[in-house]
């Protein structure tokens, strides 16, 4: 079956530290990939995508994400984190088709 | 406009009631998908729409739910007869392109139903 799989619930990171978000899809075939932030009371905003190419992708607010085929993982890393980074992270998948399927989110906490 | 605009941004209904909620697509864009987003959960698949052709709608929990988009713009998902378990965020999110696994989509803030 198709999924799309955050593992960690929530995270805490202190300020400046580095950051990854973990996602792991099942699908088919090489499904297209995004990572999407919300804010609280806000819409979801794109932070990147993979559609092909280069496995390594940049996005915007700094953050990157690496495509590994083999271990079916498309995980979101940050150096240095900001207090104005704590919001929940999604990954989403396209196929084929048209609609995204998204993971359950992770929860992000800065620390001073 | 700029994004999409979605309204309203919160209703609360009691059980029972019909409710109506409106999406205004970015000005252009092809394709208009709704999603349900319960509490801590990511945002589940409703409903998709080409122009004002509604292409899928597998992911409508029930014949309660309908929506519409006759003009190809904006769209309106109505739920009727409204549960508890409708209680969630519903998003609207609109894309330029048409059926295609590379949508990027831009989502609107969306609106909380709250069902008493």
């Known amino acids: 079956a198709q999924s799309v799989t955050q593992p960690d619930i929530h995270i805490t990171v202190s300020e400046g530290a580095s950051l990854e978000l973990r996602c792991n899809y099942s699908?088919?075939?090489?499904?297209?990939l995004f990572w999407y932030v919300q804010s609280p009371g806000q819409g979801l905003q794109l932070l990147l995508k993979?559609?092909?190419?280069?496995?390594l992708v940049q996005g915007i607010k700094g953050f990157e994400a690496e495509f590994k085929r083999s271990q079916s993982s498309f995980n979101l890393r940050k150096p240095s984190v900001h207090w104005s980074d704590a919001a929940e992270y999604f990954c989403?998948?396209?196929?084929?088709?048209?609609?995204?399927?998204f993971g359950k989110g992770t929860s992000l906490l800065v620390t001073p | 406009g700029a994004g999409v605009s979605q309204s309203p941004r919160y209703k609360v209904a009691k059980r029972g009631q019909d409710v109506a909620l409106r999406c205004d697509p970015i000005?252009?864009?092809?394709?208009l998908f709704w999603y349900q987003q319960a509490l801590g959960q990511g945002p589940e698949f409703l409903t998709y729409?080409?122009?004002?052709?509604?292409?899928?709608k597998s992911g409508l929990p029930s014949d309660r739910f309908f929506a519409e988009r006759p003009e190809g713009s904006v769209s309106t998902l109505k739920i009727q007869r409204t549960q508890q378990e409708d209680s969630a965020v519903y998003l609207c999110?609109?894309?330029?392109?048409?059926?295609?696994?590379?949508?990027?989509?831009?989502f609107g803030a969306g609106s909380r139903l709250t069902v008493l």
């Open positions: 999110a609109s894309s330029f392109l048409g059926v295609s696994g590379a949508n990027v989509l831009t």
């Open positions: 699908y088919g075939a090489t499904p297209y």
């Open positions: 993979y559609f092909s190419g280069d496995t």
């Open positions: 989403a998948v396209g196929t084929s088709g048209y609609a995204l399927n």
């Open positions: 000005s252009g864009h092809v394709s």
């Open positions: 729409f080409q122009n004002e052709a509604q292409l899928d």
